[in-house]
């Protein structure tokens, strides 16, 4: 397992291995000691999966505020993602800056994203399957939704912006600017 890391080894980009035989591939892709050697505690309480059969469909910014704050472990089961993270923790040197990663079925990456980030992910390819897991479960009245097209944050998410389909919830996001950050 080879492991990047990124803002103080809170977001870890984590290239999985891929035993490769004649029938195909085995690949562990969750072992909670091995994740532990690698900086990551979280106990994952749920299981998150999602379609996508569209390029261009983003999902977030999104995060939970404390008490039921999320870490996430994201992997693409189908297809390819640009997956973008926000630094949200009001007295970080990073705070309101952002990485994106690709990730794909091909390159067989997973991100873990601790809490204190917000996340989205924009579609690369139709048919695109996402799974991850997070450290709580869902709340609606703790989730909070960043504007993905923030011209604070300057994302650049790889697609005609004005091909993109997006929810009617996230169409609702609030500016980095008027972020309270509970982090």
């Known amino acids: ?94 705070y309101g800056k952002h990485k994106s990663f690709i990730i794909s ?12 980030f917000a996340h989205g992910f924009c579609t690369l390819e139709d048919n695109t399957d996402i799974e991850y897991k997070v450290s709580d479960y869902y709340s609606k009245k703790n989730e909070r939704t960043l504007k993905w097209n923030d011209p604070y944050l300057g994302i650049n998410w790889r697609i005609n912006k004005t091909n993109v389909i997006i929810s009617p919830k996230d169409k609702k996001a609030i500016n980095f600017i008027k972020l309270n950050s509970p982090f």
Request: aromatic share 12%; proline share 2%; charged share 30%.
């Open 1 to 94: 397992m080879i492991v990047q890391t990124f803002f103080d080894n809170k977001v870890k980009l984590i290239h999985q291995k891929k035993f490769k035989d004649k029938r195909g591939f085995f690949s562990e892709i969750f072992n909670y000691k091995e994740l532990k050697k690698i900086g990551i505690h979280d106990n994952f309480l749920q299981d998150n999966f999602s379609f996508s059969s569209n390029k261009g469909v983003i999902r977030g910014l999104h995060y939970q505020c404390p008490p039921k704050h999320q870490s996430k472990l994201v992997r693409v089961i189908n297809g390819k993602i640009l997956d973008v993270v926000v630094d949200i923790r009001k007295n970080s040197k990073t």
């Open 105 to 116: 079925r091909k390159n067989w990456r997973l991100l873990y994203i601790s809490a204190g």
